[in-house]
Nanobody, 123 residues
């Protein structure tokens, strides 16, 4: 499975961005996909996940502002990010579990990772 993330950029506080993650390869065994982010000097943290059944989970820090969704057949996963804050600045990564089991919010649950896209929110 190959993942290609896009859509990052530099925006002002309060603005919106939509990130996309294009998946290719053998996605049929993937049960869930997710977005993580990593700010400089910090560990990678969970942002949101979506399962093939449509179940979604969000980090408390983004709940109510971010919305994750998937295209048909796992071809694309999106995260709509509204009311962005400077603390949302990070490199955002999409991930696919590739059939692995585990908690949706743990990076260890995900077998495949995209290359990351930078989101910078200025105050």
């Amino acid at each position: 499975v190959q993942l290609q993330a896009s859509g990052g950029g530099l925006v002002q506080s309060g603005a919106s961005l939509r990130l996309s993650c294009a998946a290719s390869g053998r996605t049929s065994r993937t049960y869930r996909m997710a977005w993580f982010r990593q700010a400089p000097g910090k560990e990678r943290e969970f942002v949101a996940s979506v399962s093939w059944s449509g179940s979604t989970y969000y980090a408390d820090s983004v709940k109510g502002r971010f919305t994750i969704s998937s295209g048909k057949g796992w071809n694309t996963v999106y995260v709509q990010m509204n009311s962005l804050k400077p603390e949302d600045t990070a490199v955002y990564y999409c991930a696919a579990d590739g059939g692995l089991s585990g908690s949706s919010w743990s990076p260890d649950t995900y077998k495949y990772w995209g290359q990351g896209t930078q989101v910078t929110v200025s105050s």
